[in-house]
């Protein structure tokens, strides 16, 4: 079996496992495949594991297992890697563009020289991969995004984006699950709750779900 | 119940245990406790679980009274405690009496002291822990640092040691130690030998912009090869140590995101964490690259030491107040390794 990926040591209770290192939905589902596999062994001693782009940290108590035992017990495992990515029908959020609750969709419209309507339409036409989770908690990277929309960032950040706004950062677009700063340009938002510490999982898209936007109007 | 009375919270001062994890994949950072031997010899000495919360004072200013009896420790910092008024040593525990007051006057060592009680502050539980992410509103008390007038109740607790506790002065830290120990990695290939060394060899500062997600340092400028600062985000993690375009290091702390696209040059080990916690802006601070047995060595050595502790206080015999019918007894307890039932049953006489 082929080499999947390379083990780096990470400080003394963490290995960074690296795969091939680019932004690509069959990369990432390894990369969801050896944490899914991690997390069903239960291997003692492994105390999280945290999902990026193309490569997985997994964290490890040093009392019971040092850099070389867990390299091996990772190898075994990625022969069981899979590049397919998990088959489940994408979550449906739903937005509110433009208006109040999307001050950039029109900047973003005229800077990729189309109507705020056309921006809505590639934007909630595709599907997204959620690469992975982080910035603040429950904040999804969203893959997948046309280029015909990209635009680059605010130039300074704002200092509040309320929570469940939906931004176009370059060529990704990702959702604020809670009261942040950010910088990404705001076309929308959605009612749903992206983040609650009261369930658990306390997130709503997890790393490796499939997402979709679906278009609304507010309720007068 | 028993309470603390917040008269003057502090700068900072936050509820942490040892943090919570198994969230990082959905972007919660671990938090916890900055100096995490610190806060887990306040517990021992209380007869806690080592990773019971204790709040988290960061600097002097705090002051609080008592209502009820309960057992306090304090540990990490000297900032100058007094307890009604008279100065008290930290790395011991103290019995309390109704109306007690507590005052952390002025920083002498370090920055951050524990104050636990035992039966633990008695807040809820989020996602497993009691630890504070004050960004986003998670745990600890309401979510945020104290404020002056919060009450904070405090947990029941099984036993009272009516004795003072006193932690042997060689374990003690006296964070005059400014060398952090570090393993190179993960992304220390992106830098030349040359910006490894003056990273190695230099002495930095740690700036005002420094708090519990990161310490942003200030020093000799430290670039990646080719300028190549920024990777493809990956995870980061407690004692990273980020290198942005600027060239000035930043190191992770416990609020850190978990997530980040600037190359690590180094990360610091385990055992020199709580060294890491105790540093106030302002201080210098040097890099040593250790091997991974070092790191290892370190971090088993300072578990051992808790270990030890634990065991030894465990011995230590134990008071409770015992009420049958009307009248109270004290009772003194001490662990024994087995119970010996003793049958009853008629004497012949």
């Known amino acids: ?69 867990i390299v091996e017990r990772l190898n075994e495992l990625g022969d069981k890697c899979k590049e397919r990515e998990k088959f489940s029908s994408p979550i449906k959020i739903p937005i509110i563009y433009g208006g109040k609750y999307g001050p950039d969709l029109q900047f973003v419209a005229n800077y990729n020289r189309l109507s705020a309507e056309e921006v809505i339409k590639i934007h909630s036409s595709a599907e997204y991969l959620v690469y992975m989770i982080g910035f603040t908690p429950g904040f999804a990277y969203l893959g997948g995004m046309s280029k015909k929309i990209a635009t680059p960032r605010l130039e300074s950040p704002r200092k509040k984006v309320p929570a469940g706004s939906v931004g176009i950062g370059g060529d990704q677009t990702g959702i604020y699950p809670i009261e942040s700063p950010g910088g990404w340009r705001i076309i929308g938002r959605t009612p749903l709750k992206l983040f609650d510490v009261e369930k658990d999982p306390p997130v709503l898209l997890k790393p490796g779900d499939k997402v979709r936007f679906i278009p609304i109007i507010e309720d007068k | 119940m028993t309470k603390l009375i917040i008269k003057s919270a502090g700068p900072f001062t936050t509820i942490q245990d040892l943090g919570r994890y198994g969230y990082q994949k959905y972007g919660i950072p671990p938090s916890g406790a900055m100096d995490g031997f610190a806060l887990q010899i306040a517990n021992i000495l209380v ?28 540990t990490g910092a000297d900032l100058g405690a007094t307890l009604n008024g008279k100065a008290i040593t930290p790395w011991q525990s103290f019995h309390i009496q109704n109306g007690d007051v507590l005052k952390f006057e002025k920083v002498k060592t370090g920055c951050r002291a524990y104050l636990s009680v035992g039966g633990g502050w008695d807040v809820p539980k989020i996602l497993g822990s009691k630890s504070t992410y004050t960004r986003a509103n998670i745990g600890g008390y309401h979510g945020r640092k104290l404020k002056n007038a919060d009450v904070i109740e405090i947990g029941k607790s099984y036993h009272f040691a009516f004795r003072n506790v006193k932690i042997p002065s060689h374990i003690v830290p006296t964070y005059s130690n400014h060398k952090v120990r570090v393993i190179l990695g993960p992304e220390s290939n992106r830098f030349s030998k040359k910006e490894i060394n003056k990273f190695l060899s230099s002495s930095y500062r740690l700036t005002g912009q420094s708090d519990r997600m990161g310490y942003r340092l200030s020093g000799p400028t430290l670039r990646a090869k080719r300028g190549k600062h920024d990777i493809l985000s990956n995870g980061v993690l407690l004692g990273a140590i980020q290198v942005p375009p600027d060239g000035q290091p930043i190191v992770m702390m416990s609020d850190h995101q978990t997530v980040g696209g600037y190359a690590k040059i180094s990360t610091v080990i385990s055992a020199d964490i709580p060294l890491l916690a105790q540093l106030k802006p302002g201080d210098n601070l040097s890099f040593k690259h250790v091997s991974f047995e070092e790191a290892r060595k370190a971090y088993l050595s300072m578990q051992n030491i808790l270990d030890l502790l634990e065991k030894q206080i465990r011995k230590e015999p134990k008071v409770f107040f015992v009420k049958i019918g009307e009248k109270f007894y004290k009772v003194k307890v001490r662990a024994c390794s087995k119970i010996v039932p003793k049958e009853i049953g008629f004497s012949p006489r």
């Open chain 2, 47 to 74: 007869g806690n679980k080592r990773n019971e919360a204790a709040l988290e004072i960061t600097s002097a200013g705090f002051s609080a009274i008592f209502q009820g009896e309960c057992e306090i420790a304090i």
């Open chain 1, 1 to 69: 079996m082929r080499k999947q990926f390379k083990c780096v040591p990470y400080g003394d209770s963490a290995v960074l496992v690296e795969f091939t290192n680019k932004i690509d939905p069959k990369v990432n589902a390894m990369v969801h495949s050896l944490s899914a596999l991690i997390s069903n062994e239960k291997i003692e001693g492994i105390v999280e594991t945290i999902p990026a782009y193309s490569s997985l940290t997994v964290l490890y108590d040093p009392k019971l297992l040092d850099f070389p035992a």
